[in-house]
């Protein structure tokens, strides 16, 4: 059975930082693409970034690019996401997923995490 689990979400005031981890188990880790994606209150799911097999790939949305950091170690079947200089519109529940098909599209991703929360304050 696959699951992915995330942890490291809270209340941040804004400026502030978080670091979320999703360890993976019973999957081939190193097998599949790790995504993040949030989604706040009545909106879609919003892709955020993702990382390559390997982890010399990434790839950005623009909302987040130069603020957060993907990175994951294959060792220990864990992603990260390093989330810098928060802002109070980054609340939003985030999920990590994985895929065997590179890309944005929340359909293209297999597995998904339950999400923590991140709840930035003004």
């Known amino acids: 059975q696959v699951r992915l689990v995330e942890s490291g979400g809270g209340l941040v005031q804004a400026g502030g930082s978080l670091r979320l981890s999703c360890a993976a188990s019973?999957?081939?880790?190193?097998?599949?693409?790790m995504g993040w994606f949030r989604q706040a209150p009545g909106k879609e799911r919003e892709f955020l970034v993702g990382?390559?097999?390997?982890?010399?790939?990434?790839y950005y949305a623009d909302s987040v690019k130069g603020r957060f950091t993907i990175s994951r170690d294959n060792a220990k079947n864990t992603v990260y996401l390093q989330m810098n200089s928060l802002k109070p519109e980054d609340t939003a529940v985030y999920y990590c997923?994985?895929?065997?098909?590179?890309?944005?599209?929340?359909?293209?991703?297999?597995?998904w995490g339950q999400g923590t929360q991140v709840t930035v304050s003004s």
């Open positions: 997923a994985a895929t065997r098909t590179p890309g944005e599209v929340p359909q293209h991703y297999n597995y």
């Open positions: 019973g999957l081939t880790f190193s097998s599949y693409t």
């Open positions: 990382i390559r097999r390997s982890g010399a790939n990434t």
